[in-house]
């Protein structure tokens, strides 16, 4: 599904370009599946900068967006003088602060999906490692009494007592039931943080949004094209265009049919948030698993219901014993299975699941927000910085005063807030 989504934002990117800038949409294809590729990477977990990636696909875009919006002219700019295009895009910030902004609201959006699967993925192998717990000698001897010593007496129908089965069964999971209350709390985390992927942290809205992030970032660069004509000339010189014959061939691999657009559109229903819900849906059903199995165990299966006619671990009769609790520390009275400690390997378990819960806290209580303004504050710092340096070279109040306007448009105060 997250494969899906990320080809589908590249096509409406690739989409959006070809209905609004036409000539621009096939040479930029290569770059935009780029971009696309490293985001859906980072998505999955990847520690690549996002930020880079985008600047590198920005970088890519400069030298198509001038010669073809900037200084349009019948022919294509040389690869060196295209290079040395490419090579300026960081200093005379073209897109304003469109890559840094792309980067700061897929990261965002990013981060809780991110969060969320690193969870499932533990919780898959929290559910594997208890599926083949070992049980304690004392446990397989109990198991042993109450289950199969009935059939030395030829007792093969009868069950044994609720009570009897239950302190069997609570001694033999005791280290199980210590995983009741951090797995309770690993379901709720993960229904709340699936709660708070919405708007600005909602990874689907976030990408199928980038499209118009990029349209929004050309059309900037075109209208501030004097400028930016001035200033490439100031660093790269007069532009260098290729021969005739040289753009007729490249002009004919940039049809329309040579966009590739990937994957097939995808059912409006079959969306993350849908199957987040779903999957939420099922496993709310599991929160007291652990910490009800030896009751489930018992009360469906193993043990009698009535407690008249039951197997009690020496006769048919009643079970008079005192039954226990749940846990390690209810096991102590225990006079079925005795219980010296918790498994090492359960132990871990908790361990992990603590470690998941701790990572998630942030998510849920508002922490990440000051990751946010952090990002937001260094962003606007980058661009004082490149205004400065424009300001340096270009010798324009005008200017000057034309790229912090339109760069106080492109970073608003609103990015850098957590949207509860």
């Known amino acids: 599904t997250v494969d899906s989504l990320v080809r589908q934002a ?43 990636a985008s600047q590198r696909f920005f970088d890519a875009l400069f030298p198509l967006v001038y010669e073809r919006l900037v200084e349009p002219d019948l022919s294509l700019l040389t690869p060196p003088y295209a290079e040395c295009v490419r090579a300026a895009c960081r200093d005379l910030a073209p897109f304003g602060g469109a890559p840094g902004r ?21 919780g898959v ?34 069950k044994p007592c609720m009570g009897y089965c239950l302190n069997v069964m609570r001694g033999c999971l005791a280290s199980l039931a210590e995983v009741d209350a951090h797995w309770r709390e690993f379901v709720r985390s993960l229904e709340l943080l699936s709660i708070r992927m919405h ?19 050309v059309a900037h660069a075109q209208r501030i094209a004097p400028q930016l004509s001035a200033q490439v000339r100031r660093v790269c010189g007069h532009p260098s265009r290729q021969r ?8 004919h691999s940039g049809a329309r049919d040579s966009i590739p657009l990937k994957g097939a559109s995808r059912n409006t ?80 378990v908790i361990d992990k699941l603590k470690h998941i819960n701790q990572a998630i806290s942030p998510y849920l209580d508002g922490r990440e927000v000051l990751m946010e303004e952090k990002e937001g504050e260094r ?3 980058t661009f004082r910085e490149k205004a400065f340096r424009l300001f340096l070279t270009a010798g324009s109040p005008a200017f ?20 509860p």
């Open 10 to 52: 590249e096509n409406h990117t690739l989409g959006i370009l070809l209905q609004t800038y036409r000539d621009l949409a096939a040479p930029a294809a290569a770059p935009v599946g780029e971009f696309f590729t490293d985001v859906g990477l980072f998505v999955l977990g990847s520690e690549l900068s996002l930020e880079e």
């Open 199 to 217: 708007g600005a942290q909602d990874l689907e809205q976030v990408l199928l949004g980038v499209h118009g992030l990029v349209r929004d970032a």
């Open 400 to 419: 000057l005063n034309d790229f912090v306007t339109r760069g106080a448009v492109v970073v608003p105060d609103n990015t850098t807030k957590c949207t």
């Open 125 to 158: 192998e929290v559910i594997n490692t208890t599926n083949h717990i070992q049980l304690s000698r004392e446990c397989r001897r109990g198991l042993l009494r109450m289950s199969y010593c009935p059939h030395c007496q030829g007792l093969t129908s009868i």
């Open 269 to 348: 229903d079959d969306t993350l948030s849908n199957r987040r819900k779903e999957f939420i849906s099922s496993l709310r059903l599991y929160r007291a698993f652990y910490g009800g199995l030896a009751d489930q165990l018992c009360t469906n299966d193993l043990g009698s219901g009535d407690g008249l006619d039951c197997w009690n671990g020496a006769d048919v009769a009643s079970y008079t014993l005192r039954v226990v609790g749940n846990g390690i520390k209810a096991q102590a009275e225990n006079p079925e299975v005795k219980v010296k400690e918790a498994d090492p390997v359960i132990s871990q």
């Open 244 to 251: 005739p014959e040289q753009v007729s061939s490249v002009q």
């Open 102 to 122: 792309i980067a700061a609201h897929i990261t965002r959006a990013s981060l809780p999906g991110r969060v969320f699967l690193q969870a499932l993925h533990l």
């Open 379 to 381: 962003l606007k710092e």
